[in-house]
Structures are given as C-alpha cells and as structure tokens.
C-alpha cells in the first residue's frame, strides 16, 4: 500500500508525495477548466536533477452532470469511481489498482 500526502488542501493545484517524500504526482487546474492529472518520468539519466512529468489523465468537472476522469483512453464517472462516503456524502474514498 502507498500512503499520498498532499501538499496543499487545495486538490486541484497539489503536488502528491510519497512516505519519503519523493512527487509522484501533481495536478494543476486553470482558473475556469479541467484538471490535468501529471505523473512523474523518471529520468534516464540519474544524475539528472529536474523532475518530468507526463499526462496520466484530465478531471472534467461539471455542477449538474457528474464529473468525468479520462485516463488511457477510458472514461469513468466519479460516481463509480471515487464514490461518496458519510454522514452528508461529502468524504471520497478511492482504492488504487
């Protein structure tokens, strides 16, 4: 199991880390606009000191339809894929492949 800690509350700009604090992930959202899901690339070279990053996936968000994940060509509903948990449905849990 790998434990994410995000770098900000803020989860449509954050950067995930793992425990020993390597980024796995970040994500950045423009003012009005889909998220776009970033995953580390690691570097050929080990010397190399500048993170890469590639797509791994875009959040489309929507106030009256459900929200959308697109990653490798599928497209998920968050309902089935972060389904809502708790008192007033508010708490999201996800479970990783």
Known sequence: ???LTLSSEHV?????????RQVIYKTSTPIF???TIHK???????FAMRDRFEIMGKIE???IAS???RFGGTEVETQSYIPSHGFTGR?????GP
Not at 12 to 20: A, D, G, L, M, P
Not at 91 to 95: E, I, N, Q
């Open 33 to 35: 606009g889909n998220t």
């Open 12 to 20: 449509r700009n954050t950067v995930f880390t793992n425990e020993q």
């Open 1 to 3: 199991m790998i434990v």
């Open 40 to 46: 580390i690339k690691p570097n050929a070279n080990q």
């Open 61 to 63: 968000w929507n106030i």
């Open 67 to 69: 929200t959308k994940f």
């Open 91 to 95: 708490k999201r849990v996800f479970t």
